[in-house]
Structures are given as C-alpha cells and as structure tokens.
C-alpha cells in the first residue's frame, strides 16, 4: 500500500490539511478523507458532471482530478456554496422551482451554475444549456433548472423577477 | 361544505428539498460507520457457463481480505415476484449473464476488496447462449432455467375478450402492423448502494438505495433465514429509480451476509458498469398488432401480440408480459381484444420495471399503428382519436374499470396549442403545408395509479400512515413510502398539513423504515401518491376529530362549527374564538391519552375475476396526449424534436410544480428513448453489452433536450386523494409514438422499430427514393405455438369477469 501524502489547499474558504493515498481522486478525497459527502459521483470516469466542484473558481470534473493537484488551490463545494446559513440565491430557486427531484445532480449543477453566473450575470437560454450541457439530470428535462438559473441570475442582479405562470401551473 | 385548499394545490417547494440542494441529504454511499468494510463483487464475464470450481483460497491469503462467500453460502433463492423465484445472491452452479455475481469479498477497503476479487479463480465450461426472442423461440437447449412454460420461454399467455374474429368480419378495414420497440436502461444517477450493520442484540440494519424495501425486507428474512422482526431495512434517498431500484438485489443480500459472518458493518456501492448489468430496464418488445375498424375510425376488434426478450431472470417480467397486453383498451374504445404474449429467457441481463412498465412499447405500437390506419382511411388523426374514446365511468371489454377520463380535454389542449389544424394538412404529400423535413404528430396515452393487486396475495392494506401528535404541536408523519426524487415525502405533509391546518413545514416526515413505519409496498406502478395520499387523509381525519373534539369541549363550540387552519383551531362562526394548534394538541392528549391515530388504504376490488386479471386493474386512471414538433435532416438523417406539447389528466394537482416536473422529466426521458438509449450487445456467442458507461450510452443532454409546453387537466377522481391521479410515469408515453409519427409527417418514412436513429431514417429514405417500402422496422414475428386462449365475455356481451370453460376444439 502506498504510503500517505498530505497537501495543504484552501477548502470553502478555509485552510485545510489533509493526508491520504496519493492515488487518490479529488472526489475520493473529499468524500473519504474529508467526510464533504456532499460531492456526490455518477460515474467516476468523467462522463456524468454529477462530481463537478470549483477550483480556483473554475469547474472540474474531482473525478478526474488527483487530490494531489489540489496542493496550494482553492476549492469549492457544495458544503461551502451558502453564505453561514444563508443560502446561495441559486441553492434557495433550485429547491424552492423544484430544480432538485432526486437531488442527487444537484450539487454538481449548482456549482456549474455558480461559475456560469460569475462569467455571465445575464446568460441567455441557450448560454445555460450550453454551460450545463456537462451535466447530465435524469429526473427533471433540464427545464426546470434553466428556470431556477434564470430566477437566481434576475435576484442577484438585483432585479425582480417572477416565474411566469405557466411554469407552476402549466399552461391554459 | 366545501373548504377551501390551503396547501393542496399550491407550489410548494419540496419538503426535502433545500437539504438537497446544499449536500446535507444522505444517499446511502454517504453512510459511513466505525469499522466499516467494503464489498466488491465478482461478477461473471461469460454470458452461460457451468460453475466447475470457485478458489478463493487465494484471494482469502490477502492481508485485510475479511471474509469471501460463494453461491454456497446463501442457497435459498429469491425474487420480486411469488412466481419467479429464480434468483440467488451468488451463483451456485451456473452463471447466465456477463454480470452475474459468483462472489462476494470484504475487505478493509476498496482497493483490497478489488485485487481479492480479481485473485478469484473459477473455472467456467461454456454453454451456447440465447441472445435474441428469435434464438429462444427456436432453442430448447440448454435452458437458462429449468423453469418456466417451455424451453427458454419463460412465460405464455393468451386471453380473448369477445370474439375478435366476429370483431374483424364487421370490420370495413382490418390492418396488421410489426414493430419492435428496443430495451433501454433507467440510468439513475446515484450508483446502487447499500451498508449493512449487524448489532450484539442479533438485529441487522440496511440502509440501501431501493424503492421498494418492504420487498427487500422479506427477500431478506427469506434468504438470510432470520426472523422479520430481526432485520430492518431503511431505505436512504434514491438518486433516481424510475424502477430500476425496485427488485431486491444480489449485493443487498451480499452485504447483509458478509456483515453477519464479519460482524462489522460492511458497504458497497456500485460502479456504474455494474448498474448496467442490474438493469431490470425496459423489456425489448417486437409487437404484431391487427386492428378492425370501421370507415370512421371505430374499433371492431383488436389482437395484439407481443414477444420480450426478458433477460436471464424472472424480475417483474411476468406483470411485465401482462402490461404490454393490459391497457390497450383503456384509451379508445375495444370492444373485442385478445391478447397473446411470450416472454423469453436470454443471456443478458435481466429486464424489469422501468417507467410506464410494460406499456410504453405497445403504446408506441398502438398509436403509430392508429396513425397508419388514419392515413389509409384518409382520416384526420387527431378525429380517429376524439372520436372513439372510451366513455368514463365505464367498464373496459377486459375488466377494467375506468373513473374520470380526461383524454377528451387533453387533445384539445395540445391540438390547439399546436396549432395543429393549420399545420397538419391531410394525409396528401401535395397538401403539405410544413416544408419537407418538418412535421408534427400526435398520440395519446394512460397509465395506472397503483396496481389493484399487491405482487404478493395478502388482504392487508398497500399503505399505511401512521401520526403522531405531541403536546407542543409537533406533528410527525411515519409512512413506508420511499421518496425517489418524486415528492412523496412532501406529499404526505402537504395532505396531513391540510387537513390539520398547519404549514407543512411544521411537520417531521419520517418514511422507508421497517422498524419505525407502517408497510408501504414502495415507489413503482404510480401508486404512492394515491395509495398513501388517501392513507394519509384517514389518519389526519382521524387525529383531526380528536382535536376538535377535545377543542369543542373546552370552548364551548359545536364539534361542526370548527375548523383547522393557520395553525388554529377556531369557531368558523366567530373565527376569533379559537385556540393555537399546539394547544389543541394539549387539550386532546389531556382528554384522550397520547394522540397517534393511523389511516391505511386498500384498492376497490376490480371487476375482472379471471385468471390473469391481476395486472391492469387500478383505482384510477391517468390520460395524457402529446404532440411533437419535429425536424428531420434527410441528408444526415438525424431528428431533432423542436418541440412536444403535452397534455396530462392528473386528476388533481396535490402540488403543481411538482407535477410539473414529472411532465417535464417524462417528456425528456421518452425522448432518450424514441432517439438514441438502446441496451445493445454483442450477438455472437459472447452476449457482452456494447457499452455500459454514461459516454457510450447516449441520453439526452441538455443540447438534446425540447421545448415543452404543459397542460395541465384537472378531472379529478373520485379514488384519488382529492381527487389526484398519477404523473410520475403516464406523461412519458405519449411521446415516442408521437414523434414517430412526426417523423412520418416530416420526410414520409415510417420507423417502426424504437430508437429513431439516423442510421434507420437513412435507409427508409434512401429505400423510399427506389421506390422500395418507405419503412424500417421487423417484417414480422416467430411462428409460435400458442396455448389455447382463455376466453371471457366482455360486459358488453353479459359477461362477470370469469372465463369461460376451456372447451377441447380450438382454431
């Protein structure tokens, strides 16, 4: 067996130590060595988007991504997504426009999201598609995610915006 | 009087929801516990062996390998269904797919358990494989199993409603259409995983990714050979289902082994490569149907026949089998059917329930079938549909009995919303009024809510609620139902909210859990939110009249003046004579003890009482329609589907959004399997999956995915919890039919075998341009001998449900 290494990186904001195999994944680091289960994996051979986390603030696949890499980097989670207890404009319209069904691609396309958001405060329809098109959800069609990108973009830019009707009700 | 809805109805956003969306929820591979193990499986890579010999002496020799165990270990077999207990958690003597299990190893981490595993020796002797329905309704031998009807058949049914030869001889037209509709994969996202956890106290727990643990539950005291009381299963959060976590499974059972021979909790979780060999996706199914009608569209008769290609164990397949014959009569009216299905054994890994169970293949066979008809009877497609409609409240011609039917308003929704009439132009290519390569095509649907019959026989409810109420109001809602990302969580809060009159959110949801919660048969057939909707409304009946009760005491009110809302109990009279929720609470646990009340819910017994009749009844019955907006490139042949307006009768939305998002995700997992999931394998002698990863097994991204325009009927039924039906599963089969025939309408093929690829609209178009048959798809179906029909009247003809006595002659 490999003996352990330990790096030092900037995790969610805070300085983080950790030792472990150096084979290691990214994800298996923060799943198995820091209990952040929150990333969660669909494949582990880069394919889903489910692991996606940001690093220096871009996203990555920590599927395929050695923890090794991660030396002197900042990275982020979904544990470190909310404000303290304050949720993440697009944590509080995934849950509230039921982005998240079995929430199980949620973190990953939450982070996605983030990054898209960074980059473009405005992101037209089809900018969201492209930037989730990594991202593979089974449960919902993607509409409902587009919508809830869309609502969290409108809050943070500091404009109102409302949920057109048909979106909660269907049409008439 | 009717009270107004404060919580049914409204789009509330999902109970579970925000731990969802800041990593809190826990899946099962997120479990983990002190001194925990790890379990890899050793799975066959021959698809029909003979086991000869199993060493693990070597494997055993690795320092931190635990304990292995072999098919030896764990004889007794299982399966979901009373008929086809078929299954073992390792194989004792035989292997019959590239994937089934032979061993299972445990070891102080995964890497260990993974070199074990591989330091396994057995020796197989290669037997001939089964790859096709063809090769199983041809070779006897060897049989996959020494069970089942014949040879490799595992299961043969025929039954006949009226007499469809008289049906056909009415008839002005009588067409006959093959199609095959090919086997796809539910493809959660959340990888199967499960840890076990065996006690001093000889109790073991599971947490495991399943649907259905109750299920689980009994495979378990069955195969384990230990008391129920003595195993609990919880089921943690699915990471999606849509079926494919409904069966019990081999490393469930693995894993409970292992921890009770280590005595340390032991965990596995799946790579994706093996979630394709657990499969029980959608049964491949080649269809022959024969329709008569008259000129104007209606049915005289109808005979559908039906061949899947099972896979290597029994599964559901048997309700499977059933499901593609049963709710052929449920949307138009049939007043003679018969129904012959086959179900074969074949090397490759098994098939199962996945969303719309049995039914999306001969609805897809039905509605492009319908299509043809239309054409050849230069009939509006959208009128051969409207015109014939089964009536509600009535009895189908094969027993089953429909409530509120919705289908009428659902087409026209969706032909008005597509503006149909003015781009639909008759069935002339000169008429056109798209441009060549556009098109648009409609067809309709239903869907069960629940099974009438539970899968084993038993008198006992399929769901139960039980509450509780505590003396600070606290309400806590304890239900066997497992949420897969659909809501039933919410449901239940939403519907106990209601009826006690405070904000969903005030209450604790505690569900999927042996020892703490009633039985719930689980998340499959579309059944929860009916079947624990109205459980949930019994118990909240019952715990509200000790409220108010207690309430009308103390104030001085009549019990009938009081009502629950906002968190009160007050005089409806005089509203500002009340008292707070919680102080209800204290006053009913002061007059009757310790307030917990449960509610269960049994489905009406169906009217059909022949053998066979078990599959298809249900307490109501969902409708959708669909159209589809295509483009098809003739050059490349890829279709791309611009758009799909759908129309679902959910009886009732419980919750609006939520109902929402099952349209949507049906919309788009349907479109997966129209254009591109396909299970494919190799089909010489090494029945291997051509590609069982996330990048080779195309699903639709969200550059893939179409427009869609929702409506929403409301006909509630009078079965369904205020009157909600079903939207987890019928929305989905509308639309591959719908975008086959859009297909049609755009370039003028017909692709009659599922999935739409372009290599397939290629070859139409290019036999099309030699003036060859415009179509692709199977020409016909295996010769087969079929057993002799059990024969029923049909209501219509003064039948009571029962067969007919079996007479000697038969055709």
Request: with cysteine.
């Amino acid at each position: 067996m490999n003996s352990k290494r330990q790096i030092r990186f900037r995790l969610n904001g805070e300085d983080t130590e950790v030792a472990f195999a150096p084979h290691k994944t990214l994800l298996e680091v923060l799943r198995e060595d820091l209990n952040l289960t929150g990333t969660k994996h669909g494949c582990e051979l880069g394919e889903c988007g489910t692991c996606a986390v940001l690093v220096d603030g871009r996203s990555i696949l920590s599927c395929l991504m050695l923890g090794l890499e991660a030396e002197g980097r900042e990275v982020k989670t979904i544990e470190g997504m909310a404000n303290g207890s304050q949720l993440h404009p697009l944590q509080q319209t995934f849950a509230d426009l039921g982005a998240a069904q079995c929430g199980y691609c949620s973190p990953g396309f939450l982070l996605v999201a983030e990054e898209l958001l960074q980059k473009s405060p405005n992101p037209t329809r089809a900018e969201i598609q492209e930037a989730l098109s990594g991202n593979l959800c089974r449960c919902t069609g993607y509409i409902k995610i587009y919508e809830a990108v869309e609502l969290a973009a409108a809050q943070m830019r500091g404009e109102a915006y409302e949920l057109p009707k048909e979106s909660i009700y269907g049409l008439d | 009087m009717a009270k107004d809805l404060n919580v049914v109805g409204k789009p509330f956003r999902k109970v579970d929801a925000r731990a969802k969306c800041v990593g809190q929820t826990k899946f099962a591979d997120d479990i983990v516990l002190p001194r925990m193990l790890f379990c890899k499986l050793l799975r066959s890579h021959v698809p029909h062996a003979l086991i000869k010999n199993i060493d693990v002496s070597k494997a055993l020799a690795l320092p931190g390998v635990l304990a292995i165990i072999t098919g030896k270990d764990l004889p007794i077999p299982y399966g979901i269904l009373p008929v086809s207990q078929d299954e073992h958690a390792l194989c004792i003597d035989k292997v019959r797919f590239v994937g089934d299990p032979v061993a299972a190893v445990a070891a102080i981490d995964e890497d260990v358990a993974f070199d074990a595993m591989n330091l396994i020796e057995v020796e197989y002797e290669p037997l001939n494989t089964i790859s096709s329905i063809e090769e199983a309704v041809l070779i006897d031998e060897p049989r996959i199993h020494e069970y089942g009807d014949s040879g490799n058949i595992h299961k043969k049914v025929s039954l006949e409603f009226g007499n469809v030869e008289d049906g056909f001889a009415e008839a002005d037209l009588v067409r006959e259409d093959v199609f095959f509709y090919e086997g796809n994969t539910h493809l959660p996202m959340e990888q199967h995983a499960a840890v076990a956890h065996f006690d001093a106290d000889q109790k073991i727990t599971l947490w495991t990714s399943t649907q259905t643990p109750h299920y689980v539950h009994r495979a378990l005291a069955k195969v384990l050979e230990m008391p129920a009381s003595h195993i609990r299963v919880i089921a943690t959060p699915n990471g999606g289902g849509f079926g494919g976590k409904s069966d019990p499974f081999n490393h469930e059972v693995a894993v409970c082994k292992l921890a009770l021979i280590t005595g340390r909790p032991v965990k596995i979780t799946l790579t994706r490569e093996e979630v394709f060999y657990c499969h029980r996706g959608r049964h491949p199914v080649l269809m022959k149907v024969k329709t008569g009608v008259k000129n104007d569209g209606a049915i005289t008769a109808m005979h559908f026949q039906s061949f899947l290609d099972g896979g290597a164990y029994g599964s559901y397949g048997v309700a499977s089998t059933f499901y593609t014959g049963a709710l052929q009569t449920v949307t138009y009216e049939v007043p003679r059917y018969k129904f012959q299905g086959l179900r074969a054994f074949t090397n490759k890994p098994p098939c199962g329930p996945k969303r719309g169970h049995g039914t999306p293949q001969p609805r897809y066979a039905l509605e492009v079938h319908l299509d043809k008809i239309a054409e050849q009877l230069r009939l509006d497609p959208v009128e051969i549909r409207r015109k014939h409609l089964v009536p509600p409240n009535s009895v189908t011609a094969n027993y089953l009995r429909i409530g509120s039917m919705g289908l009428g308003a659902c087409i026209d929704k969706v032909v008005e919303g597509s503006d149909w009439k003015n781009r639909f132009s008759g069935w002339h290519p000169a008429n056109r009024k798209l441009p060549f390569g556009k098109g648009i095509g409609i067809a309709c649907s239903s869907y069960i809510c629940g099974a009438g019959l539970p899968i084993y026989w038993n008198n006992m409810p399929q769901s139960g609620v039980q509450l509780r109420l505590d003396r600070q109001g606290g309400v806590c809602v304890m239900c066997g139902s497992i949420d897969i990302g659909q809501g039933s969580d919410s449901v239940l809060a939403y519907i106990v909210a209601e009826i006690l009159g405070i904000d969903p959110f005030d209450i604790r949801v505690v569900t999927a859990d042996t020892d703490l919660t009633p039985v719930d048969l689980g998340s499959y057939s579309s059944r929860v939110t009916l079947m624990t909707g109205n459980a949930a409304i019994q118990a909240a009946d019952r715990a509200r009249e000790l409220l108010v009760m207690a309430v009308a005491e103390k104030l001085g009110v009549p019990i009938e003046n009081l009502s629950l809302a906002e968190r009160r109990v007050f005089d409806v009279e005089n509203p500002e004579v009340g008292v707070s929720f919680a102080e209800a609470t204290v006053l009913a646990e002061s007059k009757f003890g310790t307030i917990g009340t449960v509610g269960s819910y049994t489905p009406p017994q169906s009217p059909g009482k022949y053998k066979g009749s078990g599959v298809g009844p249900s307490p109501a019955y969902s409708y959708s329609a669909a159209v589809a907006e295509v483009d098809v490139n003739p050059d490349t042949g890829i279709v791309v589907v611009e758009r799909v307006w759908i129309a679902h009768d959910v009886g009732r939305s419980i919750n609006p959004l939520l109902v929402m998002g099952q349209v949507e995700g049906s919309v788009y997992m349907a479109l997966g399997e129209i254009l591109m999931e396909e299970m494919t394998y190799r089909t010489n002698r090494n029945v291997v999956h051509k590609f069982p990863s996330m990048l080779e097994y195309k699903s639709p991204t969200t550059m893939e995915m179409c427009d869609v325009k929702t409506y929403l009927i409301e006909d509630p039924d009078p079965n369904g919890p205020y009157g909600a039906k079903e939207v987890g599963q019928g929305p989905l089969l509308p639309v591959p039919p719908a975008v086959a025939n859009a297909v049609y309408n755009a370039v003028g093929v017909r692709i009659d075998e599922v999935p739409i690829t372009p290599e397939k609209v290629l070859r139409a178009l290019k036999d099309k341009a030699r003036g060859r048959s415009p179509r692709y798809g199977p020409e016909d179906v295996p010769s087969v001998a079929w057993p002799d029909s059990l024969r029923v009247l049909t209501p219509a003809e003064g039948g009571d449900g029962t067969e007919m006595p079996r007479v000697a002659v038969h055709s």
